[in-house]
């Protein structure tokens, strides 16, 4: 099983401040790894698809990088919206997993 | 516009059965793998189990294997899980969600919650 480990666990961020996310596989998935935002009592939304694809309709200051084992979810400028908890998750071999997840919280 | 729609949800004591449903609307259902995916109360996402569009490939978590089945109906747009011998460490809201062309999740329903409790 691969194993994906997301940091920080936490975050507390001031507005406009850009936010770094990291997600490290335990062994090579290429670029299948996926972002979603989850926020209080509501669905994941897909952020990013395939490391780096953005997705319609998702703000442009959300971008992911890397491929192999690292992974990086970046936010710029930070809005009170983002408030949430943000998911990694690999679909290059079964069982499809996903990172523990890391709560960002609006200062 | 893509709405997935899950039902059956509800209290259920250990060892019982559940059958959950996800009524899928606003695309070509039978082009689409479906997955469910489970989250624990306050914890994180687990993937529980996948079907291809013509239900000619089936995957489980081995957390849920030989107790849990997964179907589909695609002349009645809907997405099935049957849960066999509940336990209490299958409590958690259960969602029904769209497999992307990238392996994604891209689509998501709101969830039904199940509760395994004496």
């Known amino acids: 099983e691969i194993v994906l480990t997301q940091s920080p666990d936490f975050q507390s961020v001031t507005p406009k401040e850009k936010v770094t996310i990291t997600c490290r596989a335990s062994?090579?998935?290429?670029?299948?790894l996926h972002w979603y935002q989850q926020k209080p009592d509501q669905s994941p939304k897909l952020l990013i698809k395939?490391?780096?694809q953005s997705i319609s309709g998702v703000p442009s200051r959300f971008s992911g990088s890397g491929s192999g084992t690292d992974f990086t979810l970046t936010i710029n400028s930070l809005e009170a919206e983002d408030a949430a908890t943000y998911y990694c998750?690999?679909?290059?071999?079964?069982?499809?997993?996903f990172g523990q997840g890391t709560k960002v919280e609006i200062k | 516009e893509v709405q997935l729609v899950e039902s059956g949800g509800g209290l259920v004591k250990p060892g019982g059965s559940l059958r959950l449903s996800c009524a899928a609307s606003?695309?070509?259902?039978?082009?689409?793998?479906m997955n469910w995916v489970r989250q624990a109360p306050g914890k994180g996402l687990e993937w529980v189990s996948s079907?291809?569009?013509?239900?000619?490939?089936?995957y489980y978590a081995d957390s849920v294997k030989g107790r849990f089945t997964i179907s589909r109906d695609n002349a009645k747009n809907s997405l099935y899980l049957q849960m066999n011998s509940l336990r209490a460490e299958d409590t958690a809201v259960y969602y029904c969600?769209?497999?992307?062309?990238?392996?994604?999740?891209?689509?998501w329903g709101q969830g039904t919650l199940v509760t395994v409790s004496s």
């Open positions: 969600a769209r497999n992307g062309r990238a392996g994604d999740f891209d689509y």
């Open positions: 606003g695309f070509t259902f039978s082009s689409y793998s």
């Open positions: 079907i291809s569009s013509s239900s000619n490939y089936i």
């Open positions: 062994q090579s998935i290429g670029s299948s």
């Open positions: 395939y490391a780096s």
């Open positions: 998750h690999q679909s290059s071999s079964l069982p499809q997993t």
